[in-house]
């Protein structure tokens, strides 16, 4: 595998992966638009994280042309289309493209454009967020990256994972695309409705007799789509999850809703909803979440 990694989206998640890579000595190519790209070039991308600070300055380009064996895709669903725009499909024709995106619908916009190179990936237990274009602040330990993929060989995923974990990443390789992508969907899209919906934090909604029902009760219609698109999850492991998250944690698409930017409401809850008309399966709390946080 070619052993250059680029990264659409140096952002939240794009920059601090893109940092590691840069300091493990795996040659990083940042994609991004030129305001960006520029700021990348002069100071680099700084990350706060556990009372240290890492820092490094990734290569940069506006349009990626040159072969690269991974294509990490970070950036966050309204901006997708827009972004690929700045990939070449030829510069992954023989390599993974592998989206860390939240939701479920980003993989056929992804395949139109790349086809069969394109994997499922997750970043669990993971907050960081932006104070800067390129500084970013992590307010937990680096992530858990989860892929799989219907179409690669397990060796190609494999040796995509091997790069990632030469920055010191934990990385599994899963069998079931559906299974990587449900099941974050499935208690990301009630946390991001409810905690939009209030303006609380995890913890705040965990503590509240009234919230905590209402959150397990979406938490289950999720997880009864996910089984009738043929992904059976336990609730109560979703919910082991959900308790071992910071009590602070607010998940990105809050954050975006309460300071009136662009959000990705749609893509993490609309494609569970719309799933659940797909498959029939109703989904009343969390549609009234979804409405109460702005969703339409």
Same mark, same amino acid.
């Given at each position: ?65 040159? %072969? ?11 901006? @997708? ?7 070449? %499909? ?118 509240? %007799? ?38 602070? @944690? ?33 989904? %009343?709390?969390?549609?009234? @979440? ?7």
């Amino acid at each position: 595998m070619n052993p250059t990694v680029a990264v659409l989206g140096p952002g939240a998640v794009g920059g601090p992966l893109a940092v590691r890579l840069c300091l493990a000595s795996v040659r990083t190519i940042c994609v991004a638009p030129p305001e960006i790209s520029g700021l990348i070039a002069l100071a680099g991308i700084v990350v706060e994280t556990e009372g240290k600070t890492l820092s490094a300055r990734p290569e940069t380009t506006e349009l990626l042309e040159e %072969p690269v064996g991974l294509l990490l895709v970070t950036v966050k669903a309204p901006d @997708l289309g827009e972004a690929l725009e700045l990939i070449d %499909p030829s510069a992954v024709a023989a390599g993974v493209v592998l989206p860390l995106m939240n939701g479920l619908e980003h993989m056929e916009a992804l395949r139109s454009r790349f086809g069969n190179r394109v994997a499922a990936g997750s970043v669990s237990h993971y907050q960081s967020y932006r104070v800067g274009r390129v500084q970013i602040i992590e307010t937990t330990s680096s992530p858990l990256i989860t892929i799989a993929s219907d179409d690669l060989a397990r060796g190609e995923l494999e040796r995509a994972a091997e790069l990632l974990q030469l920055a010191r990443l934990e990385v599994r390789v899963a069998t079931s695309e559906k299974r990587v992508l449900w099941r974050k969907a499935s208690r990301i899209a009630p946390l991001a409705a409810a905690t939009a919906s209030t303006g609380r934090s995890v913890g705040e909604l965990r503590r509240s %007799p009234e919230w905590r029902k209402r959150l397990e009760e979406a938490v289950g219609e999720a997880c009864a789509v996910a089984a009738a698109d043929g992904v059976d999850l336990n609730v109560g492991e979703q919910w082991t999850i959900i308790n071992a998250m910071p009590s602070d @944690l607010t998940p990105s698409a809050a954050r975006d809703v309460a300071e009136g930017r662009r959000s990705e409401l749609d893509a993490i809850v609309g494609a569970v909803l719309r799933a659940g008309e797909r498959l029939d399966v109703p989904c %009343p709390v969390l549609r009234q @979440l979804a409405v109460s946080a702005g969703w339409s």
